[in-house]
């Protein structure tokens, strides 16, 4: 994800002002918006469908995560002796 310094840094009194702009460019653009207080960057601002799409993401990574961390332990199992387990288990 892109950000362009010059568009979507933003003040704290911006955003009061300019509530509804920066929400619109929010959402036209996809990009968040950072809003800075006394010059240093203190939220980010996203809109929803952007949100939800990291928030995915996110939680993808910390099942890969514990994928990973489960085969380097060695929890590991044939996937024939898996299938086999699941199809009796579901009733397949």
Partial sequence: MSISITEDFKTISDLKKKTNEIFKQIHQTGRPVIITVNGKPNAVLLDVDTFEKKLKALNLGVLLLE???????????????FLEEFKNSAKI
């Fill in 67 to 81: 994928a990973e961390n489960d085969i380097r332990k060695g929890h590991i199992r044939p996937a024939r002796v």
